[in-house]
């Protein structure tokens, strides 16, 4: 069976043979126990099924265990029943011996897109926690990491609502859908340096911009915002791989517009990694029309934003007085600071204003359409 589906086929074997009726039985039944009982059965019934595999029993045994059969069954509607059946047991998996080896890769994923049938974001989860580990550190196959990109690629075609659902449900038993350590993992394999492309690149970068979304979805905490913040400034230095820097500089740029008080965590970093602060510190200043709103919007906001500025220009200045051996940085980091701390002093402040317009139009006026009347009315000197 595993031999000759695909998995999009193979997804759907063996409860596709059976009858209506008896499904539907057969999970009312489900329904009726107790669930702690059910991640057990699966812990069980894998157990039972991967014993053996991958068909190393003769051929009389295997007649004379028809119940192998029935086992597949019973814990393909058990896992879209009750998906957290198979997410509570991930970490026994990863620790049992039975369960390891890429002999093992095809039950296991076969186990998790069925957890997916019953929940996107379980499947998801199992991706994350079990399988893009293994990607990372290069033990897999090409034939293995083919049909691990098959079942996320699966996860997100499978259902036109995916995105919705994922966005909605970005955690999952108090654990990020997708923590910054694995967000982490999966910017560095869609963004290799040029001469470590492969072929799975190309399906990494296809599915990056859902991913990143997910982990970044909203009220993600302070915590895990400072983290991705840490490991997105660090690679935003380029290191010799332009691909790399620019994804990592757009992750940081969102992460400081999402929550300002990253820039304290910003100034924590700065001259450890002063190249990523340049370019970090440019990207502000090119596309601050894009961002001046979000980093402005409230006063607590842009004092912290000023605090930031003024605490890197004494750094730069303290830099380049003792005479450190490459200025330049330091120097372009400089102006880069003075530009953004004077947009931020200009007037009485976007976020006032912002307030303002929309108060006179009853509340009617969203805070992007007011920040657009507020340019045009600066740019003509006058505001009434």
């Known amino acids: ?121 379980a499947g998801l989860f199992s991706w994350v926690q079990t399988l893009l580990p293994l990607v990372v550190n290069e033990c897999c196959s090409s034939q293995a990491i083919d049909l691990i990109l098959q079942f996320v690629e699966m996860i997100f075609s499978s259902n036109p609502e995916a995105r919705a659902v994922l966005l909605n449900e970005p955690v999952r038993h108090g654990v990020r859908l997708i923590p910054p350590c694995s967000f982490e993992m999966f910017v560095r394999l869609t963004f290799p340096t040029p001469s470590a492309r492969v072929e799975s690149t190309q399906r990494f970068e296809a599915i990056y911009p859902l991913l990143k979304e997910v982990a970044l979805a909203p009220d993600i905490s302070a915590n895990a915002l400072k983290q991705i913040f840490t490991f997105s400034s660090k690679l935003a230095g380029g290191q010799g791989n332009p691909a790399l820097a620019n994804g990592a500089t757009a992750i940081a740029i969102s992460v400081l517009t999402q929550n300002v008080d990253c820039f304290k965590q910003w100034d924590v970093l700065y001259k450890e990694n002063l190249e990523a602060s340049v370019a970090l510190l440019n990207e502000l200043v090119d596309e601050w029309k894009d961002h001046s709103l979000k980093l402005s919007s409230s006063s607590s906001d842009t004092l912290t934003v000023k605090h930031a500025m003024n605490s890197f220009r004494m750094k730069n200045e303290k830099a380049i007085t003792e005479g450190v051996a490459n200025p330049s940085l330091y120097k372009e980091a400089d102006q880069s600071c003075k530009l953004i701390s004077r947009r931020l002093s200009r007037g009485i402040g976007i976020a006032p204003l912002t307030a303002m317009v929309i108060a006179a139009a009853g509340g009617v006026v969203e805070a992007g359409a007011a920040h657009a009347l507020i340019y045009l009315a600066r740019s003509k000197k006058s505001f009434s």
């Open 1 to 121: 069976m595993f031999e000759e589906y695909p998995l999009s086929k193979l997804i759907d074997v063996p409860i596709s043979l059976i009858p209506k009726p008896l499904y539907e039985k057969s999970i009312d039944f489900i329904n009726t126990l107790p669930f702690d009982t059910l991640p057990a059965f699966v812990l069980w019934s894998s157990d039972l099924i991967l014993t053996e595999w991958p068909g190393v029993v003769k051929v009389e045994q295997r007649n004379s265990n028809k119940s192998k059969v029935a086992t597949f069954v019973v814990l393909a509607m058990a896992l879209r029943t009750q998906p957290d059946a198979l997410t509570l047991v991930l970490t026994n998996m990863k620790e049992r011996p039975t369960y390891q080896g890429q002999d093992k890769l095809p039950v296991i994923i076969w186990m998790m897109a069925q957890a997916s049938q019953g929940d996107l974001s």
